[in-house]
């Protein structure tokens, strides 16, 4: 049996994980002191009055060599195989402790590594990519191939609300978040080649904001594979996201629009009021 797992900056619902028998291993995010297990036992709302109260970002960390061997060594021991992924290696060091894990388990013809070279439903997609090919019963070999083969075809893009979060966590300028604030601009961040860059800017109030970034990727997303679609946010408010998706669904391209709460490490330096569309292209 192949068994799939990944780091929680997957942003895959409870629902998710059990409709197609995921694992997930917990990152951790850092309240000051206090250490809490990403989608265990933290959340958004918990993240941010932290966050509003002390004028700083949580910090995130990677699970332990320990952690990771805790669930590897089981399913090994049983006689499973294993397709684990992690956040872009350019995002985080869980890839390398990943990567330490198998080594100390002597298990690289039974472990494959996936650099997702992306963030939250980007990897998403991957994941359930390959817990299809599973079903199909495709080999171990071929599911690494093709995610090889589809990982720079995933478009994972997020509109954001406000730049606080960003800046507080080193990933832009005071001086942009400033001006951002001051001129009421949301930009729209693109994951490429494993990393995050600036795009399209946006003004407005959020709800429309959402709507006219949706809007924009209507073309590119007439060229997706039609199996499903993520609209992932950090949002308190639902009534922006549900515009979202109800527009989604209207285009009639996709099989499944999913929408998903972003998870604590993805909410922990994107802020809230963020939203994405990610799915995965043709070319």
Request: glycine share 8%; proline share 4%.
């Amino acid at each position: 049996m192949i068994r799939i797992l990944s780091d929680s900056t997957c942003d895959l619902s409870p629902e998710l994980v059990e409709r197609y028998h995921l694992t997930i291993i917990p990152l951790h995010v850092l309240l000051g002191d206090e250490d809490h297990l990403d989608g265990v036992d933290i959340d958004q709302k918990s993240i941010y009055a932290w966050a509003d109260a002390n004028k700083t970002t949580p910090h995130t960390a990677g699970p332990s060599v320990e952690e990771i061997l805790d669930f590897f060594r089981p399913i090994i021991e049983n006689g499973d195989e294993i397709i684990c992924f992690s956040i872009s290696e350019s995002m985080s060091n869980s890839l390398n402790v990943l990567k330490l894990a198998v080594q100390i388990l002597d298990a690289e013809d039974k472990i494959s590594l996936i650099n997702s070279a992306n963030l939250s439903t980007g990897i998403g997609l991957q994941i359930l990519h390959a817990a299809d090919m599973v079903n199909a019963g495709k080999t171990r070999q071929e599911i690494v191939e093709e995610l090889a083969r589809i990982c720079p075809k995933v478009r994972a893009s997020f509109v954001i609300d406000t730049l606080t979060y960003l800046y507080r966590g080193g990933r832009c300028s005071g001086v942009a978040a400033l001006m951002g604030g001051m001129l009421k601009l949301h930009p729209e961040i693109i994951v490429r080649d494993g990393a995050m860059s600036p795009s399209k800017k946006y003004r407005g109030k959020m709800n429309s904001v959402y709507l006219s970034y949706a809007k924009d990727l209507e073309e590119a997303m007439k060229n997706a594979y039609t199996d499903r679609v993520f609209v992932t946010h950090t949002c308190q408010d639902e009534e922006g996201p549900q515009a979202v998706v109800e527009y989604v669904k209207s285009l009639g391209i996709f099989d499944e629009v999913l929408e998903t709460h972003a998870g604590g490490v993805v909410a922990s330096h994107c802020g809230p009021g963020t939203l994405g569309v990610l799915f995965i292209s043709k070319e």
